[in-house]
């Protein structure tokens, strides 16, 4: 039964990233007093690029673009079916990476500093998603997801600052403000999505969809056992991006930089000692 | 088997004497041949040998290995005193004290001063295949140095003799021996490393004698505690029948000292990314396949001994901060060989790491580590000789046109760093491995389990976007030319590059053969205990660690796979753009992301400092 539910999500990933997207736009209009534009929006942007010319800088930038899905929804596959946390959490950076090197492979001075900046975001959340990772674990005895569905009690209630930090994160692996500097359209027209058109850049932005579901399906796992409560935290940390979002102002990556390693890493390191602490009472 | 195992001793030795006196023609036929013969007679005592082999030699090699020793000694003390180096002839008088001392007090004996097992018969494979494609490709490599011929001769006769020594001391089991030993491997490096003669040279090379050296001290000191404390004869197998002993720490603990220093762990870094003076094949021998080699295998050899004790617990926090440190150091280099040299120091760092955690799993995982990188760093260090001699640059801000100007190289360099880097290859599950296994021992060391944990997440995070710099440098072209013409290149350097490209392949492919029948093998002879390898559906089940063969494999058919098919895909019917620059002409030059770590890394040196002494310490008390 699991299984089937699982592979459901699978596959329907793309339709509920999309639609969870779709949401989110509705959602910042509204708190800045829009109405939005209608919930199946991104559905037909999607259309609409498929069905443009195809214009390319060369093969390779697009084609890895088209990568860049595929091992999204791979990872997120591995994470829905249960598997090792750790490995869940390299492969998601590697398909991230897949568009740094994208955005790396053109002459193009935008996706290069889009590039550049995507790479220091990830520097700046990948190890706080491990450290959150091992203290699942030294909780659980078990890197797979599916063991956090087996446990007595909701992650959050046992650790409290791993779901902080994961919230501290959230905005620079959304790239939302006031961590956007990734894709910030006013300084470097998007970043690495500048030169994908057409279908390409359908796909890159269905991989964004993909990275809603992603993020969301971990903060569900801090509540995992207690659907009604991961759904609520799921609802939390999503008004709680999009409420940022819209009331924040974009810092530069330094001061990014310097947040993850002042505030996000002492939090995630004092979580995991406490975890190691629990354990031993 | 004796003769065999023998000939891996001798005939290196005979070759690179034949090579000295031989015509060019009849000395690159010699070399090819014994080339061939070192590999396959590796591979087949790898295949025949099951259980550990010991053997002695005659009384009269233990006068002749005292004998080389202080021979040795002394040929140091001349080096300290024609280069006025101060250090050098410190630790050489040090030495010879102790040494003299030892062969006073307890004379070699007729014990076994021989072992061959498991372990050693994998670093024979090693050892033997990596450094005999060296050789190959050296043999072009050094006929376009500008040096005078006999020079040449000489250069290709070092090299050999370092495939002998190093085959010396993975089986040997007296401590003396392996003293001569490991001195004669820091001997070769010595030479290699001031090969070209300028002042650089020179210099660097007397910093690799000194440090080297240290070592070289630690390990007698060890030898005088072992008899000191009266385990009997120093030898390694000795060590570990004593491994309950709690006088054992400190001679554990000096030895650990040789082998981080030989593995060029901080603060004694600086020896290794001197070494890069030299021709770049040196480079190439000294990282993948011998020299900082010897690091992981003084520690696997030691595992069991070391295991769970405070000594562990000091290299595990010592190599999780360099594993960090190097990695930090290489974002603000610019020098292809540079950023290789620390990424060796980073993932030596790993593989000790794994080693001295000693469960199956991190053992399989450090020998792993070891057999991948070899292959990968030789890869990558001999196409750094390549773009040196054939495309002249050094720097990675260069690389960014190699994608047009050498599609070969750059192909095989982007193979390169991906095989360390993506799943399923030694880095990718070294990292994995070594942070699920230091949870599960974090619960007893809290603080410092904690704190290794958290470097290694960091320093994993800061290689992979310091490989993934280069692959973007690497990848970079033009849309104008769409066309891929490989270039061509001497048979030598195509050859060789080409056989360790199918080492890679053959390695991906057989990853889970490997696994049951290479890697699993040794690292339970060297635990002493039964590694089960069970195949459950997806999974593989290695002692407490599933991998997961499927999910692995689509993995690398997403990364590696198509990060290599991206370059060579062309698709049709589309219309090309130029890029996007706000509408102005203008041309750019690109450079890749550089961090100053400068206010950081001046530290290093002393936190490192600070760790080995806590070695000492720990191993004393």
């Known amino acids: 039964m699991d299984l089937v539910i699982s592979i459901l999500l699978i596959v329907m990933a793309p339709i509920i990233g999309g639609l969870i997207y779709g949401f989110e736009r509705i959602i910042r209009a509204r708190m800045q007093r829009r109405i939005g534009p209608p919930l199946l929006q991104p559905f037909f942007d999607f259309l609409k690029l498929a069905d443009k010319r195809k214009i390319i800088v060369h093969s390779t930038h697009a084609f890895l673009g088209i990568v860049h899905f595929f091992s999204l929804w791979f990872a997120l596959a591995i994470l829905l079916l249960g598997g090792d946390l750790i490995l869940v959490i390299f492969l998601h950076l590697l398909s991230t990476a897949l568009l740094i090197l994208a955005g790396y492979s053109t002459r193009s001075i935008f996706s290069h500093l889009g590039a550049n900046r995507t790479a220091i975001s990830i520097l700046a ?157 | 088997m004796y003769p065999l195992i023998s000939s891996l001793f001798i005939l290196p030795v005979v070759v690179s004497g034949l090579v000295l006196i031989l015509p060019k023609l009849l000395s690159r036929i010699l070399v090819i041949s014994t080339a061939f013969i070192l590999s396959t007679i590796s591979l087949y005592l790898f295949i025949s040998i099951d259980q550990p082999y010991h053997f002695s030699v005659p009384e009269h090699m233990n006068h002749l290995v005292a004998d080389a020793d202080i021979i040795l000694l002394f040929f140091f003390g001349g080096i300290a005193i024609r280069r006025k180096n101060l250090l050098v002839g410190l630790m050489t008088i040090l030495q010879l004290g102790i040494l003299l001392y030892l062969l006073n007090n307890n004379p070699l004996d007729n014990s076994t001063q021989f072992i061959v097992d498991k372990l050693s018969l994998f670093m024979f494979v090693l050892i033997n295949v990596i450094s005999s494609i060296i050789c190959v490709f050296s043999l072009k490599y050094i006929d376009e140095e500008e040096c005078s011929s006999f020079r040449k001769k000489y250069f290709l006769s070092i090299l050999f003799w370092f495939i002998a020594v190093m085959n010396l001391v993975v089986s040997s089991d007296n401590l003396e021996y392996f003293f001569l030993f490991f001195e004669l491997t820091t001997l070769a490096s010595f030479l290699l490393i001031g090969f070209r003669r300028d002042e650089i040279s020179v210099k660097n090379a007397l910093t690799a004698l000194w440090m080297n050296q240290i070592g070289g001290l630690a390990i007698l000191v060890a030898i005088f505690f072992i008899s000191y404390n009266g385990y009997g004869d120093a030898t390694f197998s000795n060590l570990l029948a004593h491994a309950s002993a709690s006088t054992i720490l400190l001679p554990l603990a000096l030895l650990s000292v040789a082998a981080l220093i030989k593995g060029a762990q901080m603060p004694f870094s600086k020896w290794l990314l001197g070494a890069m003076v030299a021709p770049t094949p040196v480079s190439a021998l000294l990282h993948s396949s011998t020299m900082v080699k010897i690091s992981p295998f003084i520690i696997l050899r030691l595992s069991p001994a070391l295991k769970d004790t405070p000594v562990a617990w000091v290299i595990i926090a010592l190599t999780g901060f360099v594993f960090a440190a190097s990695a930090i150091g290489a974002l603000s280099q610019d020098n292809f060989k540079k950023i290789l040299a620390h990424s060796t120091i980073a993932l030596l760092a790993l593989m000790i790491m794994m080693g001295v955690v000693a469960t199956p799993v991190t053992l399989i995982a450090a020998l792993t580590l070891i057999l991948f990188h070899g292959i990968s760093k030789c890869m990558l260090f001999l196409n ?102 490989f270039e061509k290149l001497s048979p030598f350097y195509a050859n060789s590059i080409l056989v360790l490209l199918g080492l890679i392949i053959a390695g991906v492919l057989g990853f889970p053969f490997l696994m049951t029948s290479y890697f699993a093998p040794v690292a339970s002879q060297v635990l002493n205990l039964p590694i089960a390898i069970t195949t459950q559906g997806w999974n593989m089940q290695i002692g407490s660690m599933i991998l997961p063969i499927v999910p692995l494999f689509i993995a690398f058919l997403l990364l590696p796979v198509t990060i290599v098919l991206a370059m060579f895909i062309r698709f049709k019917n589309v219309d090309r753009a130029k890029e996007y620059a706000c509408g102005e002409k203008v041309d750019y030059s690109f450079s890749a992301l550089y961090f100053s770590t400068d206010k950081a890394t001046q530290y290093f040196t002393l936190i490192g400092l600070l760790f080995f002494v806590a070695l000492i310490v720990v191993g004393a008390l």
């Open chain 1, 125 to 281: 959340y990948e190890p706080i998603l491990i450290l959150i990772g091992v203290s699942v674990f030294i909780l659980t005895g078990s890197f797979d997801t599916s063991s956090i569905f087996n446990y007595r009690e909701p992650l959050l209630f046992k650790l409290p600052l791993a779901f902080i930090a994961l919230l501290l994160i959230l905005p620079i692996k959304q790239k939302k403000s006031p961590f956007d500097v990734a894709e910030a359209h006013q300084e470097v027209v998007g970043g690495v999505e500048l030169e994908f058109s057409g279908i390409f850049y359908g796909a890159v932005y269905a991989a964004k969809w993909l990275d809603e579901i992603f993020c969301y399906s971990l903060v569900y796992l801090f509540g995992a056992n207690n659907p009604i409560l991961g759904l609520g935290l799921v609802l939390f940390a999503f008004l709680y991006v999009n409420a940022l979002d819209n009331s924040s102002a974009r810092v530069s990556y330094k001061q990014m930089w310097r947040f993850t390693l002042m505030v996000a890493l002492p939090v995630s390191f004092i979580n995991l000692l406490l975890s190691i602490l629990q354990h031993l009472l």
């Open chain 2, 384 to 485: 750094a000789g390549i773009m040196e001699r054939v495309f002249h640059f050094k720097e990675t801000s260069d690389m960014d046109r190699l994608g047009e100007t050498g599609p070969f190289t750059s192909f095989v360099i982007r193979v390169g760093f991906m095989s360390l880097l993506l799943p399923p290859f030694g880095a990718f599950i070294g990292k994995w491995f070594s942070i699920e296994t230091l949870g599960a021992l974090a619960i007893n060391q809290k603080i410092l389990g904690a704190l290794v944990i958290v470097m290694i997440a960091f320093g994993g995070a800061v290689l992979s976007l310091l490989y993934f710099k280069v692959l973007g440098l690497l990848i970079a072209r033009t849309g104008d030319r769409d066309k891929i013409k």
